[in-house]
C-alpha cells in the first residue's frame, strides 16, 4: 500500500508549481511571471477553481466542454487527487462500487477490482487530467488564502500563497474531507511516540511490533485496522460509538469482463446504470421509511455473530442505533482483526494521554508506541468558509455560524459567482458522489452559461428563494434515518441540524440542478471596466 505508482509520486517543485517549462504555455508563463512581480496587477480569468479533487477536475472538464478556457484550477497539494491524494492509509479503498464510483464521461473499462483502491482511483483522476487537457490550468503548490468579492469591480480577488488572480467567478471545490480534525486532547503534546491522523499517514514509519492505538470507528478506522493488525505487536481500538458493519463484496474483476468491456463500451455504461439503480432503489428506506432499515441492520447483526465468537466483544460492537443513522461500513476484514489476540476493543472514547498511556473516558488504559486518529474531518464547519468574503466583507464562516446553507448546494446569497461542488446538503448517505458532483456541475455551466446570453456579469440567489430551498430541505430531513436513528453523526451540527446530507434521491438532485431558474436570483451588471490585465485564453 504505502508503494506509490509513478503517477504519484510527488512531482518535481517546479512542475509541481506549475511553472515547469515542460508543461506550460507562453501566455501561462507571462501570467505567473507577473503573479510574482505586480500583485496590482493580477492576471484575470473567468473561473478560478479551488481543488483538484473530483470536484475540481470534474469542473475543469466541463469548463473546456462549454468553452470556457481562461480558468486557473488552484491545488494547495504537489498533485491532483484531493482526498484521494491525501489519503493513502494502508487498505484505503473505495466503499462504492468503481464503475459508479467514476466520472460518467470518463469510464474506465480497466477497474481492476468490484471495489477500487486508493492508488487506482488516484491513477484514474491523473489519467482524465491529462486526457481532457488540464494540466495548463493547473497552479499546484498554489494554496488559497483568501477569495474576496470586490463589489466595484464585480470580481472575485483570489490570492494565493504564490500569487493573487481576478476572477469572474470562484469555484470551491475543496470537498468536505480535505482538513483532517484531531481531538484536542491533555497531554496529547507530550506523548513521546508518533502521533498521526488517517490522511496524513506518515509511510516512513514501521509498525512492525509495535503498539499503536487507533481512534475511531469510522469508514477510515474499518480499512486501517485489518491492514496494520497483523503487524503490530497490540492493537487497541478506541471506540466511542460502534459502527454497523455489512459485508464487502469485493472481487477482482475479470480479463473477460474487462475485454468486454473494452470491445462493448456499452456494457461498461449498463454495468454502471444497474448499480445506479440498485442504491437508488435504497434512497427511499433511508429518507422516508427508516423503519425499512430493520431488515438491513439484521444482515449486519448476522454479520457480526459469524465472525465475532466472543459474546462480551460482539456486545462491545454493537451499536444502540438504527443502521443508516451514520454512515453503513463495509468490510468482511474488520472483525476478524479486532478479533485478533494481539486486539483489544476499548469502548470508550481517548480522554488523555499521560505520557506513553493513554487513557480513555471509562479509566482503560493503553500504553502505546504510536496514535493513528481515524477521526475524520472538518465537514460541518468548511474550512474554506473563513477565507472567503462576501460582498459585505463578510466571510463565509461568518455567514454560516449557525450551519451551512445555500441554494441547491451551490450558491449562498451574499457571495456573488461563488458556486460550491459538494456544498452544503449535497452528501451522500450511500451512493456515489461522483454524481451529486457531476449534477453541481450541470448548474454552474447552465449559470455562466445563462450569465452570458443575458449580459450579465454576476448572480446571487435571492434571500427568499435561499430561505425556501433551506426549509423545504430540512422539513424533509426530520423523517430520514439521520434524523431519527438514535445517533450523533458527523452529518450534524453541535446543534443536531443535518447541513451535509442531501434528503434524497440522486435523480432529483440532478432534476433540482439540471437548469439555473433565474427567478431564484439577483443580476449584478458591471460596473466598472473587468481587470486591469486580461489573461488571454490560456490553451
Ligand atoms: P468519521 O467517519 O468522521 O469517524 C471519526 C471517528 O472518530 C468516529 O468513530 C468518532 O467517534 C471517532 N472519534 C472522534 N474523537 C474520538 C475520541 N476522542 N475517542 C475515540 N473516538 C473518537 O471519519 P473517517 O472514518 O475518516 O471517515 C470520514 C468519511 O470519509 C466517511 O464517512 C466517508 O464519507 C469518507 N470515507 C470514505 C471511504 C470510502 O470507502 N469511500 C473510506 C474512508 C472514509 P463517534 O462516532 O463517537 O463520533
Same mark, same amino acid.
Given at each position: 500500500?504505502?508503494?506509490?505508482?509513478?503517477?504519484?509520486?510527488?512531482?518535481?517543485?517546479?512542475?509541481?508549481?506549475?511553472?515547469?517549462?515542460?508543461?506550460?504555455?507562453?501566455?501561462?508563463?507571462?501570467?505567473?511571471?507577473?503573479?510574482?512581480?505586480?500583485?496590482?496587477?493580477?492576471?484575470?480569468?473567468?473561473?478560478?477553481?479551488?481543488?483538484?479533487?473530483?470536484?475540481?477536475?470534474?469542473?475543469?472538464?466541463?469548463?473546456?466542454?462549454?468553452?470556457?478556457? +481562461?480558468?486557473?484550477?488552484?491545488?494547495?497539494?504537489?498533485?491532483?487527487?484531493?482526498?484521494?491524494?491525501?489519503?493513502?492509509?494502508?487498505? !484505503?479503498? !473505495?466503499?462504492?462500487?468503481?464503475?459508479?464510483?467514476?466520472? %460518467?464521461?470518463?469510464?474506465?473499462?480497466?477497474?481492476?477490482?468490484?471495489?477500487?483502491?486508493?492508488?487506482?482511483?488516484?491513477?484514474?483522476?491523473?489519467?482524465?487530467?491529462?486526457?481532457?487537457?488540464?494540466?495548463?490550468?493547473?497552479?499546484?503548490?498554489?494554496?488559497?488564502?483568501?477569495?474576496?468579492?470586490?463589489?466595484?469591480?464585480?470580481?472575485?480577488?483570489?490570492?494565493? %500563497?504564490?500569487?493573487? @488572480?481576478?476572477?469572474?467567478?470562484?469555484?470551491?471545490?475543496?470537498? *468536505?474531507?480535505?482538513?483532517?480534525?484531531? /481531538?484536542?486532547?491533555?497531554?496529547?503534546?507530550? =506523548?513521546?511516540?508518533?502521533?498521526?491522523?488517517?490522511?496524513?499517514? +506518515?509511510?516512513?514509519?514501521?509498525?512492525?511490533?509495535?503498539?499503536?492505538?487507533?481512534?475511531?470507528?469510522?469508514?477510515?478506522?474499518?480499512?486501517?485496522?485489518?491492514?496494520?493488525? /497483523?503487524?503490530?505487536?497490540?492493537?487497541?481500538?478506541?471506540?466511542?460509538?460502534?459502527? @454497523?458493519?455489512?459485508?464487502?463484496?469485493?472481487?477482482?474483476?475479470?480479463?473477460?469482463?474487462?475485454?468486454?468491456?473494452?470491445? #462493448?463500451?456499452?456494457?461498461?455504461?449498463?454495468?454502471?446504470?444497474?448499480?445506479?439503480?440498485?442504491?437508488?432503489?435504497? &434512497?427511499?428506506?433511508?429518507?422516508?421509511? *427508516?423503519?425499512?432499515?430493520?431488515?438491513?441492520?439484521?444482515?449486519?447483526?448476522?454479520?457480526?455473530?459469524?465472525? &465475532?465468537?466472543?459474546?462480551?466483544?460482539?456486545?462491545?460492537?454493537? *451499536? +444502540?442505533?438504527?443502521?443508516? !443513522?451514520?454512515?453503513?461500513?463495509?468490510?468482511?476484514? =474488520?472483525?476478524?482483526?479486532?478479533?485478533?489476540?494481539? %486486539?483489544?476493543?476499548?469502548?470508550?472514547? #481517548?480522554?488523555?494521554?499521560?505520557?506513553?498511556?493513554?487513557?480513555?473516558?471509562?479509566?482503560?488504559?493503553?500504553?502505546?508506541?504510536?496514535?493513528?486518529?481515524?477521526?475524520?474531518?472538518?465537514?460541518?464547519?468548511?474550512?474554506?468558509?473563513?477565507?472567503?468574503?462576501?460582498?459585505?466583507?463578510?466571510?463565509?464562516?461568518?455567514? @454560516?455560524?449557525?450551519?451551512?446553507?445555500?441554494?441547491?448546494?451551490?450558491?449562498?446569497?451574499?457571495?456573488?459567482?461563488?458556486? =460550491?461542488?459538494?456544498? *452544503?446538503?449535497?452528501?451522500?448517505?450511500?451512493?456515489?458522489?461522483?454524481?451529486?458532483?457531476?449534477?453541481?456541475?450541470?448548474?454552474?455551466?447552465?449559470?455562466?452559461?445563462?450569465?452570458?446570453?443575458?449580459?450579465?456579469?454576476?448572480?446571487?440567489? $435571492?434571500?427568499?428563494?435561499?430561505?425556501?430551498?433551506?426549509?423545504?430541505?430540512?422539513?424533509?430531513?426530520?423523517?430520514? &434515518?439521520?434524523? $431519527?436513528?438514535? !445517533?450523533?453523526?458527523?452529518?450534524?451540527?453541535?446543534?443536531?441540524?443535518?447541513?451535509?446530507?442531501?434528503?434524497?434521491? $440522486?435523480?432529483?438532485?440532478?432534476?433540482?440542478?439540471?437548469?439555473?431558474?433565474?427567478?431564484?436570483?439577483? #443580476?449584478?451588471?458591471?460596473?466598472?471596466?473587468?481587470?486591469?490585465?486580461?489573461?488571454?485564453?490560456?490553451?
Amino acid at each position: 500500500m504505502a508503494a506509490r505508482t509513478p503517477q504519484q509520486r510527488p512531482r518535481p517543485a517546479a512542475e509541481s508549481s506549475g511553472a515547469a517549462a515542460t508543461d506550460r504555455t507562453a501566455t501561462d508563463r507571462t501570467a505567473t511571471d507577473r503573479t510574482a512581480t505586480d500583485r496590482t496587477e493580477a492576471p484575470h480569468v473567468a473561473v478560478a477553481v479551488i481543488g483538484s479533487g473530483f470536484g475540481g477536475i470534474g469542473a475543469g472538464v466541463r469548463l473546456r466542454r462549454a468553452g470556457i478556457t +481562461d480558468f486557473v484550477i488552484l491545488e494547495r497539494g504537489d498533485s491532483v487527487g484531493g482526498t484521494w491524494r491525501d489519503n493513502s492509509y494502508p487498505g !484505503c479503498a !473505495c466503499d462504492v462500487p468503481s464503475h459508479l464510483y467514476s466520472f %460518467s464521461f470518463a469510464l474506465n473499462p480497466d477497474w481492476p477490482r468490484s471495489f477500487s483502491g486508493q492508488q487506482e482511483i488516484r491513477a484514474y483522476l491523473e489519467r482524465v487530467t491529462d486526457t481532457y487537457g488540464l494540466r495548463p490550468h493547473l497552479r499546484l503548490n498554489h494554496e488559497v488564502t483568501e477569495a474576496r468579492w470586490e463589489p466595484a469591480h464585480t470580481r472575485w480577488r483570489v490570492t494565493t %500563497s504564490r500569487g493573487e @488572480w481576478t476572477a469572474d467567478a470562484v469555484v470551491s471545490a475543496t470537498g *468536505p474531507l480535505s482538513d483532517p480534525q484531531v /481531538p484536542d486532547l491533555p497531554g496529547l503534546d507530550a =506523548f513521546p511516540g508518533q502521533v498521526f491522523h488517517s490522511s496524513r499517514w +506518515d509511510h516512513e514509519l514501521d509498525l512492525t511490533g509495535k503498539r499503536v492505538a487507533v481512534i475511531g470507528t469510522g469508514a477510515s478506522a474499518v480499512q486501517i485496522v485489518p491492514s496494520i493488525q /497483523p503487524k503490530v505487536a497490540r492493537l487497541a481500538l478506541f471506540q466511542r460509538t460502534p459502527g @454497523w458493519v455489512l459485508p464487502k463484496m469485493d472481487r477482482e474483476i475479470s480479463e473477460l469482463e474487462k475485454r468486454i468491456h473494452r470491445a #462493448l463500451p456499452v456494457t461498461t455504461a449498463l454495468r454502471r446504470g444497474a448499480l445506479f439503480a440498485v442504491r437508488e432503489l435504497q &434512497v427511499d428506506a433511508f429518507v422516508r421509511r *427508516p423503519g425499512v432499515l430493520k431488515l438491513v441492520q439484521r444482515l449486519a447483526e448476522r454479520h457480526l455473530a459469524r465472525q &465475532v465468537a466472543d459474546p462480551a466483544l460482539r456486545a462491545k460492537l454493537t *451499536p +444502540d442505533y438504527r443502521i443508516g !443513522c451514520k454512515r453503513i461500513l463495509l468490510s468482511h476484514t =474488520f472483525y476478524p482483526a479486532l478479533a485478533a489476540p494481539n %486486539s483489544e476493543v476499548i469502548a470508550s472514547g #481517548l480522554r488523555e494521554v499521560r505520557g506513553s498511556t493513554l487513557v480513555a473516558a471509562d479509566g482503560t488504559e493503553f500504553e502505546a508506541d504510536v496514535i493513528i486518529f481515524a477521526t475524520g474531518f472538518h465537514v460541518t464547519d468548511m474550512p474554506i468558509g473563513s477565507r472567503v468574503f462576501g460582498a459585505e466583507g463578510q466571510s463565509l464562516a461568518e455567514e @454560516w455560524k449557525d450551519g451551512m446553507a445555500a441554494l441547491r448546494g451551490s450558491t449562498v446569497r451574499g457571495f456573488p459567482n461563488l458556486f =460550491f461542488v459538494i456544498g *452544503p446538503n449535497t452528501g451522500l448517505g450511500n451512493n456515489s458522489m461522483i454524481l451529486m458532483i457531476e449534477s453541481q456541475l450541470n448548474y454552474l455551466i447552465d449559470a455562466l452559461g445563462t450569465l452570458r446570453s443575458l449580459g450579465a456579469t454576476a448572480l446571487q440567489p $435571492t434571500e427568499r428563494a435561499q430561505r425556501h430551498w433551506n426549509q423545504r430541505l430540512q422539513h424533509r430531513m426530520e423523517r430520514t &434515518v439521520w434524523t $431519527t436513528g438514535g !445517533c450523533r453523526s458527523w452529518y450534524l451540527t453541535e446543534d443536531g441540524k443535518n447541513t451535509t446530507l442531501w434528503p434524497g434521491s $440522486t435523480s432529483a438532485f440532478r432534476r433540482a440542478t439540471r437548469r439555473l431558474d433565474l427567478t431564484e436570483y439577483d #443580476l449584478i451588471k458591471r460596473q466598472a471596466p473587468a481587470a486591469a490585465t486580461k489573461q488571454e485564453a490560456a490553451v
